[in-house]
Every structure is written in C-alpha cells, then in structure tokens.
C-alpha cells in the first residue's frame, strides 16, 4: 500500500470492498434468520451461515481482536473505553457461541429445552448486535482490512 498527496492509504480496494460485503451479510443473516424462524431449515442454514460470516469477520480483524484479547488480561484498562470494547466483543463472541451450541443442542433434541436457552440467547444477541451495528453504522462502509 501507498500513501496518496493527502496521506490517504491507497491501494487493496477488494478487501475493503469485501469486508463491506462480510459486514452486510452478517446484517442480512441475523435479520432474516430471525424473521424465519418458523422455517426451520432456512432458519437453520442462515444460522449457520451467520456463524461462518462471524468466523470471517473475526479474521478480518485479527490484529484488532488480539488487542482487545490483550486488552482483557490487564484489569487497569477494563473500565477504560478500549477495555469495554473489549469486553463488548468478548460478549458478542459468546452470544454467538451459545447460539450455536443451543440451537445444535435443540436441534439434536428434536425439540427446544424446557429453558428455552436458544431463544434466550437469540433475544439478548439480537439486541446486542443492533446496539454494536448503530454504534459502528458509520464505520461499516469504510472500515478497512490492513
């Protein structure tokens, strides 16, 4: 990569533009893997899908997420804004995990536990990633993967 006259990288515009497309199909996956829930394949396979876009979401920002990973281990810097950040991804790494276990676990089942832990977990991730998304919403067009 190399800097323009107005110190701009330039230079890998398909990444950018792919991690635009991971970010909209991370958007899309939650959305209508909630809206058809009732249809248990679709819901099934867009779970899943989602799952694998947040596997390649994760790689994208490596660096970014081995800081944050670093960031967790020095109690000092938890209540500062890097460490809540940090927090905050940690929290949605393991919604994300429980979601998949738990629909796995209803699934092998053949019916949802009597403590609906995948529909918990959906709710409260749900809301997550729509606070995450309308924090970063300005972000999402123009991150970039170094």
Known sequence: MADD????????????????????GLIASATTSLVF?????????????????VALHLVQRRRVSARLAARLLRIRTILRPAGRMALADLLLAGLAVAMLVSGCWDWALGH???VRWHALTGVLLAVFLLVHTLRRRTRLRTSKVR
């Open 112 to 114: 949802p536990t009597k």
């Open 37 to 53: 829930e009732p249809v248990l394949t679709l819901h099934i396979v867009l779970g899943l899908g989602f799952v694998g876009l």
């Open 5 to 24: 006259e107005a110190g701009r990288l330039t230079g890998a515009p398909g990444k950018a533009t792919r991690r635009w497309w991971v970010h909209l």
